[in-house]
């Protein structure tokens, strides 16, 4: 195998779950493109014959430092079909998720605490 294509992969995936992991705040600056090479990277991959790694592990792995060792490098069994997460977030949340809290709140001085229910979009 050519362990490039993992690194690139996984490079991308912890990327974009990073800033998933932030999205309370917005989408960032650069998302669109962390999307983009991450739904690049995750077509590559399934084309060197591998199992995909669900948005909600690369979260655990950008967001927070959880290691995703055991679902790296995991071959497609024959007949499987391939589950394109990133095409997962694209259709159910790629500029649909709201912001919890008001950047522009945060700016003014003496600006309230502020609070907010947030659940972390999901691909599993």
């Known amino acids: 195998m050519d362990h490039s294509i993992e690194k690139k992969y996984i490079k991308a995936g912890a990327s974009f779950g990073h800033a998933v992991s932030l999205l309370y705040m917005g989408e960032c600056i650069g998302f669109n493109k962390r999307f983009e090479d991450w739904r690049k990277l995750e077509k590559n991959y399934v084309n060197h014959g591998f ?10 792995l950008g967001g927070y430092g959880k290691s995703i060792d055991g679902l790296i490098g995991e071959k497609l069994g024959q007949d499987e079909e391939p589950i394109f997460h990133a095409e997962i977030y694209n259709e159910e949340y790629f500029g ?3 912001p919890v809290i008001d950047i522009n709140e945060l700016m003014i001085p003496n600006g309230g605490i502020q609070r907010g229910q947030y659940r972390l979009p999901s691909t599993e």
């Open 51 to 60: 199992r995909t790694v669900s948005l909600d592990d690369f979260i655990k």
């Open 96 to 98: 649909k998720v709201e």
